[in-house]
């Protein structure tokens, strides 16, 4: 059975217009008696809790951070997309559209991606009457730049913190609907268990993070916007809270999973240093336009960088893709710099890193240009790593950043569970297997300000108004005595090795065999020793302190649970996919050139994963939705 | 290779608000140059609890400067000894073998303790909610082009917009007051054309709730200027009193 999108009829350009007109809407006296709860306050649930308070819903905010201002997209650095075509270069909705429809490697839905193009003006405008202090031109207007390899400047940017300036706006809005009693704040509340009754998303139980307490919540709708489950790699940009559980528990109760396999690696992140390494940092791939990537041609080299002559080092990038050079897509750079690590030919302490050199770009262009473009960057590589980028080669390395699969929802935004709505990261829409620069951001303000507040009035006006179950109601109990039984068991575990210490083991196997490049016998190999490590999670893991009280271990606890059942499902998402596309590489499929080979005969469909039950091994069934290109023509990618 | 060294920690300890804190002390060997100072507390909490003993709570999420969560007062200093810099950007190699290290919370009566380094800043999100925003709905605004704002201008808003909430500054203020925070809103909200509008009452309602908040006067010792992880200038707070007098003034 194929899954139903539920897109629209109609010419593309029409779709999310006609759309519009065709679905129900709340009369307004009627709004007052819904009860809306938004899980995270990221740019997708923030902007999504505070546009649903201004037309009259009742909102309940929750966060795991002490303040609903510190989610995780604060920590965007490059910029966000629009097809506004300020600069005159050709750029329209529908060249946006089609670049990340071809960014994804064609894995992703048609009209959402379109959508996504349409709305992308009005989140820029909505962002300025905020007082986001986007860059500006000379003249005061907004300024462009050019990002990912796009080939149009359509990058809106505030310096290297545009996701902290467009947070913070979203942030604000939330804060003013918080002041006139619009919305409820939960601060430091985690949602553990997503409440299913008549089949439909009813409620969450959460906990207090402060005191421990379980809490029951009921709601006419619960919106998901818990960000990606890249942590589930243990080291990644991620920040450290971003976690797969609000959507995993979800999962369990019968939300299906998609795609869980199309993963994003950065190719510029300054590498690991040591064990005790909690996070990686990422720095901008605008680097890559004028540093140039090399490792020495001897292996184990152990001469300082400076001191190796030109002949004797291997620009490998600039000799395999003579015509991008060192400009090519994030995942080719990526997987290059792996596979020439894996071949001995790193360099650094761990040998897990390359050299990104600017002594050709200072030499050409001198000092003072260099530090123009890059000085804050080099300033931070040099206050991480502890050495001078104007000196001597950065080391930087690939790391986890983004994760494309999430939750499957249809062109509503509502999961297969009616009454559960995915916006942003924690969804699988619109980047499919691979995400351009700059669209997450979009795309996480696009769902919460111009979708989700349209399509959840749809759901919410067939509900009838202000009715409830009252949270004694059996599937209130179970699920809080189910959320309140995970706690007990790796409370009572009382093992001797830490939760970082299975994190980190865990990561390992999933960087390892389901990272940059997945193969058959690897991926089997990863399913084998994810079940292994987790029965010993459970019958070693050391947890300390009680549950009653703050306990930060406690919480990274129940999360690497859930990552361990995510990972095993990872490993069998990408067994499955016997092909490759955009981010998933199967070495089996490639192109003589290293590049992603696609079977789109066998493999043009959507992944959605129902939970069955973990009895050792984790039990799934799969169910496609069949991805139709009406309107592009699928084409192979090349770089060289 | 990098270099190991030895260092002698004192930390706060402290149940819950009403509790009595206590410092405890541990000396942690091993600790490699290139750790930043919140992996240095990892590897203190992965021995404490190998040991049965509790490990110590502290705040953090991005750990790389930007979501304001850590707030460690070092060795009496906000954020620790680097300029510029938040505690999870601070790196073991500004340290020596042999170095006493004491790590606080801030202390300050607005800012609650919840359980060792970790304190209740909600008062910060009340700053906010008083005035700290533009009121415009979505859907309602105009061409985002419409409006040109000088480049300057921009650029100032900007500068003060990158306040991330840490409250370094008001632990490192011998009033405790909340002045830099509440001033680099308002200062970044009023510079641009789209949040003039609402100059006389935000400026009013956002100060009024700094003070109901229990935070306490400024007294121009700059304190917290000097320990700003992303250098708020303290003009916003001049800004902000003149404003204040100038609204209150109005009647308004
Ligand atoms: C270093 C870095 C740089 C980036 N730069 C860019 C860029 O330049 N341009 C771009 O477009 N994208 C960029 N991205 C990607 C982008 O930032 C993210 O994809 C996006 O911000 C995700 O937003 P979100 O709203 O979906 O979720 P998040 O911002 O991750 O928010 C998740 C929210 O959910 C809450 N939450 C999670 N689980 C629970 C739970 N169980 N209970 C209660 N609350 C919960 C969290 O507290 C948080 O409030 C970058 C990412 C990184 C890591
Ligand atoms: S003004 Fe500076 S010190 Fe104060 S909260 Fe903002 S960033 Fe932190
Ligand atoms: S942990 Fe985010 S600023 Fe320090």
């Keep these: 059975m194929s899954l139903d999108s539920k897109v629209p009829e109609g010419p593309l350009t029409e779709k999310w217009s006609k759309h519009l007109q065709d679905i129900k809407l709340v009369a307004p006296n009627n709004k007052r008696k819904y009860e809306v709860i938004v899980v995270g306050t990221g740019l997708a649930g923030g902007a999504a809790a505070a546009s649903f308070a201004e037309m009259g819903y009742n909102v309940r905010s929750f966060c795991i951070q002490d303040s609903a201002r510190r989610a995780h997209s604060i ?45 992308s003006n009005e989140i820029i405008d909505q962002a300025v009457a905020q007082g986001v202090p986007f860059a500006r031109e000379y003249g005061g207007q907004l300024a462009n730049r050019s990002f990912g390899g796009a080939q149009v400047s359509r990058t809106f940017y505030a310096k290297g913190q545009t996701g902290q300036q467009l947070l913070l706006g979203a942030y604000q809005a939330m804060m003013r609907q918080v002041h006139k009693g619009n919305i409820k704040y939960h601060p430091r509340h985690e949602m553990l268990e997503l409440v299913v009754i008549d089949g439909q998303a009813k409620g969450i139980i959460t906990r207090d993070l402060v005191s421990g307490e379980l809490k029951r919540w009921e709601a006419d709708a619960v919106v998901l916007a818990t960000g990606g489950y890249g942590n589930v790699f243990y080291l990644s940009t991620n920040a450290k809270n971003s976690n797969v559980t609000a959507a995993w528990r979800a999962h369990k109760k019968g939300a299906y999973f998609a795609n869980p396999c199309y993963v994003q690696v950065h190719p510029t992140c300054i590498p690991v240093s040591g064990d005790y390494q909690s996070k990686l940092t990422l720095m901008s791939e605008s680097l890559r336009n004028d540093g140039r990537v090399w490792v020495p041609k001897k292996k184990g080299d152990k001469r300082h960088p400076n001191d190796i002559p030109d002949e ?12 991008f050079g060192n400009l090519v ?11 020439v690590c894996d071949d001995g030919y790193g360099v650094g302490e761990t040998g897990l890193a ?23 960057l080099f300033e931070m590589y040099e206050n991480i790593a502890g050495d001078n980028p104007y000196k001597q080669p950065m080391r930087i390395y690939p790391a986890v950043h983004y994760t494309m699969g999430g939750l499957w929802v249809d062109y509503n935004l509502m999961s297969n569970i009616p009454g559960l709505f995915v916006a942003g990261e924690a969804n699988f829409s619109d980047h ?9 951001l979009m795309q996480g303000l696009s769902d919460g300000y111009f979708v989700l507040p349209y399509t959840i009035g749809n759901y919410l006006a067939d509900q009838a108004p202000g009715k409830r179950y009252g949270t004694d109601h059996g599937a209130f109990v179970e699920a809080e005595n189910e959320a309140q039984g995970q706690i007990d068991k790796l409370l009572n575990v009382n093992g001797d090795r830490t939760i970082i210490d299975f994190h980190r083991s865990l990561g390992k196997i999933v960087w390892d065999k389901i990272g940059i490049a997945r193969n058959e016998e690897d991926l089997k190999s990863a399913i084998e020793e994810i079940r292994e490590l987790r029965e010993e999670f459970w019958q070693n893991v050391k947890v300390p302190g009680d549950k009653n009280n703050y306990n930060k271990y406690l919480e990274f606890a129940g999360r690497v649970a859930d990552f361990f059942e995510l990972a095993e499902l990872m490993a069998e998402d990408a067994l499955n996919r016997d092909e490759s596309a ?9 192109t003589e050139e290293g590049e992603a080979l696609r079977n789109d005969e066998d493999y043009s469909f959507v992944a959605a994963w129902e939970y069955g039950g973990v009895n050792g091994k984790l039990e799934e069934t799969l169910h496609k939705e069949n991805l139709e290109f009406e309107f592009v023509e699928l084409k192979q990618r090349s770089y060289k | 290779m990098s270099k190991e060294m030895t260092i002698h920690l004192k930390y706060w300890k402290q149940d819950g608000p009403d ?14 140059e290139h750790m930043s100072f919140l992996e240095m507390l990892d590897v203190l909490n992965e021995e404490l609890m190998l040991k049965d003993k509790a490990p110590v709570e502290f705040d953090y999420d991005c750990r790389e400067g930007i979501c304001g969560s850590c707030n460690l007062v070092i060795n009496g200093q906000a954020h620790g000894p680097k300029e510029r810099v938040a505690a999870c950007q601070l790196h073991m190699r500004n340290y020596s073998d042999g170095d006493h290290i004491t790590i606080e919370p801030p202390r300050a009566a607005a800012f609650p303790v919840i359980k060792d380094l970790v304190v209740d800043r909600s008062a910060f999100d009340r700053i906010i909610e008083a005035g700290g925003y533009v009121s415009v709905k979505t859907g309602a605004a105009p061409e985002a082009n419409s409006i040109p ?14 306040c991330i909430g840490c409250g370094a500054c008001v632990a490192a203020c011998p009033n405790a007051s909340a002045s830099l925070f509440t001033g680099a809103k308002i200062a970044h909200l009023n510079k641009l054309p789209q949040g003039e509008v609402e100059r006389t009452n935000r400026v009013v309602n956002m100060v009024d709730q700094m003070k109901e908040e229990g935070f306490g006067d400024c007294s121009n010792y700059a304190e917290c200027e000097a320990v700003c992880p992303v250098g708020i200038s303290i003009t916003a707070i001049a800004e902000m009193r003149k404003d204040y007098i100038k609204a209150v003034f109005k009647g308004d």
């Design chain 1, 75 to 119: 920590a965007a650095q490059g910029g966000i997309n629009a097809a506004k075509n300020y600069p005159n270069d050709g750029d329209s909705i529908w060249r946006l559209f089609y670049d990340t429809i071809k960014g994804g490697d064609y894995r992703s839905r048609e009209a959402n991606v379109y959508r996504l193009a349409q709305v």
């Design chain 1, 354 to 376: 390359v050299y990104l050199d600017f002594r050709d770009a200072i030499k050409r262009d001198g000092k003072e240009a260099v530090e123009a473009r890059y000085g804050n």
């Design chain 1, 312 to 323: 004797e080092r291997y620009y490998y990038l600039e000799e395999r893709y003579p015509s």
């Design chain 2, 19 to 32: 509790a009595r804190g206590y410092f405890e002390e541990y000396t942690l060997d091993n600790v490699n």
């Design chain 1, 329 to 339: 897509p994030r995942d080719v750079a990526s997987r290059n710099a792996k596979n």
């Design chain 2, 149 to 162: 704002v000088e480049q300057e201008k921009a650029n100032k808003a900007f500068d003060y917009a990158t």
């Design chain 1, 582 to 590: 955009g981010c998933h590489l199967r070495e089996e499929h490639q």
């Design chain 1, 432 to 440: 499919g297997a691979n995400r351009l620069g700059a669209s997450a």
